[in-house]
């Protein structure tokens, strides 16, 4: 049984930094995605930033590049959002989520991922 379990979120003011931690069980596979997406209300679930577990790379979409950081401590088997000079638009609930690795493989689509954790909160105020 695959668990993802986020903490981390919280309530900043406009230029803050928060990291998020995504800690998985019972995940096995020695290759896969890992991801966060953001879904803020009313709006479609989107992809943050990604990472492949086994050569470390890692995907961001444009609003994140240059401001959020992904990484993952294998020991720990936790995957991390750093988020740097946030910004009210950035207030969602995030999520994590994981797949097994395959080559054909589009990060952002959130029908890829057979795996997510129940969410934890940011919000950034201006």
């Known amino acids: 049984q695959v668990q993802l379990v986020e903490s981390g ?5 406009a230029g803050g930094s928060l990291r998020l931690s995504c800690a998985a069980s019972g995940y096995t596979y020695n290759s896969a995605w890992m991801a966060w997406f953001r879904q803020a209300p009313g709006l479609e679930r989107e ?3 990604a990472m492949h577990t086994s050569d470390g790379n890692t995907y961001f ?4 590049k240059g401001r959020f950081t992904i990484s993952r401590d294998n020991a720990k088997n936790t995957l991390y959002l750093q988020m740097n000079s946030l910004k009210p638009e950035d207030t969602a609930m995030y999520y994590c989520a ?7 493989f589009t990060w952002t689509q959130v029908y890829e991922y057979p795996y997510w954790g129940q969410g934890t909160q940011v919000t950034v105020s201006s």
Do not use: M
């Open 9 to 13: 979120g919280g309530s900043v003011q």
């Open 47 to 49: 992809g943050v930033a």
């Open 61 to 64: 979409a444009d609003s994140a």
């Open 98 to 104: 994981a797949t097994p690795y395959r080559r054909s």
